[in-house]
C-alpha cells in the first residue's frame, strides 16, 4: 500500500488513482501532449504495477521521474534497462521515515542510447572481463590485450575479475578504461549510501537470512554487473567524453529525486565529491595527446555538433 511505511501520513492514493485526477492528466498534457499523453501513461504505470515497492513511493515523485525519463526519450521499461525509478527512504536525524521517494537512476544502456544518439560516437562499448581472459592491460597506452572465452555458458559462468570500457569517435580518436572488480568494489563502498561490500560478501557466502534481504535492496546488490557497467561508462564519459545536452543532463539528474520544479535532489551517487560531474558540452576534460603522429587539435578534428533535430 502506497506509502504505509510513513507514520501517522494519510495513505495516499494508488498510483493508477492519482494519474485519473484532472490536475494530474492536465500537467502530463501540458507536459507531453497531445497523443503521447496516453502511451506515457501505460508505460510509467506498467513499470509502477511491476515493482510493489515503488508503489510505496510518493506519486508525485514517480510521475516526475518519468516526466525526465520521457524528455531524454528513454522508456521506463526495465527490462529494457535504459533507466530505472528507485524507491528511497527519507528518514530523520533518528532514523525514521519521513516519506518514500522514487529516485531517477539511469541505467547502462541509457547511456549507450543517449551517447549514440549525439552522433559523435562510432562505437562505445563496456564488458565484463573474465577470469583468465585478462592477457595484459597497459594503462599509459591504454591497450588491453584478452583472449575472450567463446563457449557462451562457460563465460557466463566464468568468474568476473574486471571491466573494460571504452568508445571511438567518428574522427578515430579513442579513449579507454579498466578496473578491476576490487576496484568496483570499493569505489562502490565509498560513494553508494545504500551499499557495502562486507554485507555483499555475506550475501554471496549466503550469510544473510532471507527475511533480511529486503534492507539490500541496491541495486550494487541485485545487479552488481550492470550498476558497474553503467559506472564505467559514466566515469569515461564524464572525463574524456563529448556529450550532448541529453547526456548532460541525464548525468546532472542521475541517482536523484525530482522535485516537483525539475530540479534534483540528490539521494546517492558515485561521483566523487571533488570530481567532475560532467564534462562540458561539446568539450572535452582530456588533457594527453590522442596519438603520437597527432597534435591537440585532432582531438575534435572532423567533428562537428550534430544537427539540431
Request: negative net charge; charged residues 25%.
Amino acid at each position: 500500500m502506497a506509502n504505509s511505511l510513513v507514520k501517522g501520513e494519510k495513505k495516499q492514493p494508488s498510483f493508477s488513482v492519482f494519474l485519473t485526477q484532472d490536475a494530474i492528466k492536465k500537467k502530463i498534457n501540458e507536459v507531453i501532449g497531445g497523443k503521447g499523453g496516453q502511451r506515457f501513461m501505460t508505460a510509467i504505470l506498467s513499470a509502477v504495477t511491476n515493482s510493489p515497492e515503488l508503489q510505496e513511493c510518493e506519486s508525485m515523485s514517480i510521475l516526475n521521474c518519468a516526466f525526465l525519463g520521457e524528455a531524454l526519450n528513454l522508456s521506463p521499461s526495465p527490462q529494457l534497462g535504459q533507466y530505472y525509478m528507485v524507491p528511497h527512504k527519507k528518514r530523520d536525524r533518528n532514523g525514521n521515515v519521513l516519506a518514500v521517494i522514487a529516485q531517477f537512476q539511469l541505467g547502462y544502456k541509457g547511456y549507450i542510447q543517449l551517447a549514440i544518439r549525439s552522433g559523435y560516437y562510432k562505437k562505445i562499448n563496456v564488458l565484463a572481463i573474465k577470469e583468465g581472459e585478462l592477457k595484459h592491460f597497459d594503462p599509459l597506452n591504454e591497450v588491453i590485450e584478452v583472449e575472450i572465452i567463446q563457449d557462451e555458458r562457460e563465460r557466463e559462468q566464468a568468474k568476473t575479475i574486471g571491466y573494460y570500457a571504452m568508445f571511438e569517435y567518428l574522427n578515430g580518436f579513442q579513449k579507454a578504461m579498466y578496473w578491476s572488480r576490487e576496484k568496483m568494489q570499493s569505489h562502490a563502498d565509498q560513494y553508494s549510501q545504500a551499499y557495502s561490500a562486507e554485507a555483499h560478501q555475506k550475501i554471496l557466502r549466503g550469510e544473510i537470512p532471507q527475511k533480511e534481504m529486503r534492507k539490500y535492496s541496491s541495486f550494487w546488490y541485485k545487479n552488481f554487473d550492470d550498476m558497474a557497467y553503467k559506472t564505467m561508462l559514466r566515469q569515461l564519459i564524464s572525463k574524456w567524453g563529448i556529450m550532448s545536452t541529453e547526456l548532460q543532463m541525464a548525468m546532472e539528474n542521475d541517482m536523484a529525486a525530482i522535485r516537483d520544479d525539475g530540479t534534483p535532489e540528490y539521494v546517492d551517487n558515485d561521483i566523487a565529491p571533488n570530481e567532475p560531474a560532467q564534462a562540458p558540452v561539446y568539450e572535452a576534460q582530456a588533457t594527453e595527446i590522442p596519438h603520437e603522429d597527432s597534435g591537440e587539435d585532432d582531438f575534435f578534428a572532423g567533428l562537428e555538433p550534430p544537427p539540431e533535430r
